[in-house]
Nanobody
Framework: QVQLVESGGGLVQAGGSLRLSCVAS????????MGWYRQAPGKQRELVAT???????NYADSVKGRFTISRDNAKNTVYLQMNSLKPEDTAVYYC????????????????WGQGTQVTVSS
């Protein structure tokens, strides 16, 4: 089984910074895509940022220039550095990963973390 464990959420004032971490563990052969989603109260879950194993990065327009996603492939870890936080960034942030669990299978599965609360006060 694969488990994603998140950390780094909390309370911060507008303009402050937080760094989220997500570590994948278990039966992992390779991780294709790791990323972050968020869901604010009363809204749909939206993509924040993703990073592929080949190094391609993608960001939502609302966070470009403020958030940075990075990966440590040796540690099966993805980070989200969040700077210049705004109250509208308040949401539950979820880590996700598309993971291949064997060397011979083409199939990969999508896993989700438990979510971590980020609250930005004005």
């Amino acid at each position: 089984q694969v488990q994603l464990v998140e950390s780094g959420g909390g309370l911060v004032q507008a303009g402050g910074s937080l760094r989220l971490s997500c570590v994948a563990s278990g039966s992992i052969f390779s991780i294709n895509v790791m990323g972050w989603y968020r869901q604010a109260p009363g809204k749909q879950r939206e993509l924040v940022a993703t990073g592929t194993s080949g190094g391609s990065l993608n960001y939502a327009d609302s966070v470009k220039g403020r958030f940075t996603i990075s990966r440590d492939n040796a540690k099966n870890t993805v980070y989200l550095q969040m700077n210049s936080l705004k109250p509208e960034d308040t949401a539950v942030y979820y880590c996700n990963a598309d993971i291949k669990t064997s060397s011979w299978s083409q199939r990969q599965y999508r896993y989700w973390g438990q979510g971590t609360q980020v609250t930005v006060s004005s």
